[in-house]
């Protein structure tokens, strides 16, 4: 049983028929799920991860004060704070987890205000660049289970992705990256004999082509750290992410820097033939920068278009 499984289970076992009873008339004011910090809020968690902040746990969003009071508020995570210590084998923690609270009784607007910097989840195109995306990834995760009130569930919806703008904008900053790091700089470094700007050069090309596959994929990626095993899960080039770790824990030998060169430029071809799969790409060559030109070209916003093909990245 993973987190997000426990989770809904400690919510429909005890959490569910204590808002029944004790909290009938702010139920509809109420949303329940689990989402947020945390491994197990995208499924990712294992064994490894209940050696700290794993155990039986939901949040209970609530309005603005002029909506639910403070004393309601209050009572409510003293009811809480009650539910049973030990749960399926799994106790509760006494303590707020690492970070702060990631559980319990929280204002709705408070919480999309500290993950995204508005509590409605409406942002300016300047806050979608500036934004995290893997705080745009912890702000949409893990599961509603109940919205009564609806307010979290229009808020998700608001912050589901990147306007298709923002998205052209950050992926021809991305693609350009790629063709810079793995297409022109990379073997350029083997043949200097410089193998640390090489490895330099391999990195930048998997950071980069990492984050254009989940922007043509149209999900945010999340922390660095999950972003492999959420790529291994995405629907399209997914097998990259085998690709990509080829790179990463290869040498650069001069046999080795050929066949990595190679899947460099493999990855590179599938990734355009993704972007004329999906219309962003006008040129017609195996070049990932002329590509990256025609995906910011083909941006309508003319303020837009004309910043710096970078300015998103």
């Given at each position: 049983?993973?987190?997000?499984?426990?989770?809904?289970?400690?919510?429909?076992?005890?959490?569910?028929?204590?808002?029944?009873?004790?909290?009938?008339?702010?139920?509809?004011?109420?949303?329940?799920?689990?989402?947020?910090?945390?491994?197990?809020?995208?499924?990712?968690?294992?064994?490894?991860?209940?050696?700290h902040d794993f155990e039986p746990r939901f949040c209970l969003f609530l309005p603005g004060e002029e909506i639910v009071d403070r004393r309601t508020a209050f009572l409510l995570e003293?009811?809480?704070?009650?539910?049973?210590?030990?749960?399926?084998?799994?106790?509760?923690?006494?303590?707020?987890?690492?970070?702060?609270?990631?559980?319990g009784v929280l204002r709705t607007g408070e919480f999309f205000t500290e993950k995204v910097g508005t509590p409605d989840g409406c942002?300016?195109?300047?806050?979608?660049?500036?934004?995290?995306?893997?705080?745009?990834?912890?702000?949409?995760?893990?599961?509603?289970f109940f919205d009564g009130y609806g307010e979290v569930t229009r808020i998700r919806e608001n912050l589901r992705f990147f306007p298709e703008e923002v998205r052209l904008k950050k992926l021809a900053g991305r693609v350009l990256l790629m063709a810079q790091a793995g297409q022109y700089n990379y073997?350029?470094?083997?043949?200097?004999?410089?193998?640390?700007a090489a490895q330099l050069a391999v990195f930048e090309f998997a950071k980069n082509a990492m984050a254009a596959v989940f922007l043509l994929n149209r999900r945010y990626q999340p922390y660095y750290k999950w972003s492999f095993r959420a790529?291994?899960?995405?629907?399209?080039?997914?097998?990259?992410?085998?690709?990509?770790?080829?790179?990463l824990t290869t040498d650069n030998e001069p046999g080795m820097a050929?066949?990595?060169?190679?899947?460099?430029?493999?990855?590179?071809?599938?990734?355009?033939d993704e972007?004329?799969?999906?219309?962003?790409?006008?040129?017609?060559c195996g070049d990932l920068?002329?590509?990256?030109?025609?995906?910011?070209?083909?941006?309508?916003?003319?303020?837009?278009?004309?910043?710096?093909?970078?300015?998103?990245?």
């Open positions: 049983m993973n987190g997000l499984e426990l989770s809904k289970a400690f919510y429909e076992t005890v959490g569910k028929p204590m808002l029944q009873e004790r909290f009938p008339d702010l139920l509809p004011l109420l949303a329940v799920g689990l989402f947020g910090s945390g491994s197990e809020c995208f499924g990712f968690d294992d064994e490894v991860s209940r050696d003293r009811a809480y704070a009650k539910l049973p210590k030990e749960f399926m084998g799994f106790t509760r923690f006494l303590v707020n987890p690492v970070g702060g609270p990631r559980h942002l300016t195109l300047g806050q979608w660049f500036t934004v995290p995306e893997q705080a745009l990834a912890e702000a949409t995760n893990g599961q509603l073997l350029r470094c083997i043949r200097h004999g410089e193998a640390a790529m291994r899960a995405l629907p399209k080039l997914a097998l990259h992410a085998e690709l990509l770790e080829y790179l050929e066949e990595k060169a190679a899947t460099i430029e493999s990855i590179a071809a599938d990734v355009i972007l004329i799969e999906q219309g962003l790409t006008k040129a017609t920068e002329k590509h990256a030109y025609s995906v910011n070209d083909g941006i309508k916003d003319a303020p837009l278009r004309n910043q710096h093909i970078l300015a998103a990245v």
